[in-house]
Antibody, heavy 120, light 105 residues
């Protein structure tokens, strides 16, 4: 059974760095074809892809946010991570992690999401 | 690649045939997915490669289209289909449409 679960700080202040963790089970990020992505959704709004990391350690970033994003993984502990630097109120959103199983393709399993609020 | 969905809000009755549209800013070579998001839940994959039904999704959902124009059809609307539907292109990284909110009339 594939499951993913996001965790994060809940609330942080403008200019800080947001660190998110995606803990998953039922698959391995060392298996050929497997990728984990981060997607966010401001309250009541649409979905925005942020970043993807794959089994062979290739990475992809949303061009509009690339300078602020770092994605990484810990294959041994079945986790993926995302850091976003210099956050501001526009980064307030629900953050999801999701799996793809054929490289940079569709997201077939999603976590429940974690709410992150940026506020002074 | 910009993705434009229409309409933004759709009201329909149980049993209706419902059609949602998604237009890409350029040819996306059928690399088009549809997701369903119910209130308070994560999105769920319905359709991939424009017309392939994800495992476990009811057959009343279908996808079609090519090039820049794609459609999600629900053949007979059920109460549990009330949700927001997003299209997504994966021809060049990932972009989502703004969504179509489907409600019961």
């Amino acid at each position: 059974q594939v499951t993913l679960k996001e965790s994060g700080p809940g609330i942080l202040q403008p200019s800080q760095t947001l660190s998110l963790t995606c803990s998953f089970s039922g698959f391995s990020l060392s298996t050929s074809g497997i990728c984990v992505s981060w997607i966010r959704q401001p309250s009541g709004k649409g979905l925005e892809w942020l970043a993807t990391i794959c089994w062979e350690d290739s990475k992809g970033y949303n061009p509009s946010l690339k300078n602020r994003l770092t994605i990484s993984k810990d294959t041994s502990n079945n986790q993926a991570f995302l850091k976003i630097t210099s956050v501001d109120t526009a980064d307030t959103a629900i953050y999801y992690c999701a799996r793809s199983d054929y490289g940079y393709t569709v997201f077939d399993y999603w976590g429940q999401g974690v709410m992150v609020t940026v506020s002074s | 690649i910009q993705m434009t969905q229409s309409p933004s809000l759709l009201s329909a009755s149980v049993g209706d045939r419902v059609t949602l549209s998604c237009k890409a800013g350029q040819n996306i070579n059928n690399y088009l997915a549809w997701y369903q998001q119910k209130l308070g839940e994560a999105p769920k994959l319905l359709i991939y490669n424009a017309n392939s039904l994800q495992t476990g999704i009811p057959s009343r959902f279908s996808g079609s289209g090519s090039g820049t124009d794609y459609t999600l059809t629900i053949s007979s609307l059920q109460p549990e289909d009330v949700a927001t539907y997003f299209c997504q292109q994966y021809n060049s990284w990932y972009t989502f449409g703004a969504g179509t909110k489907l409600e019961l009339k």
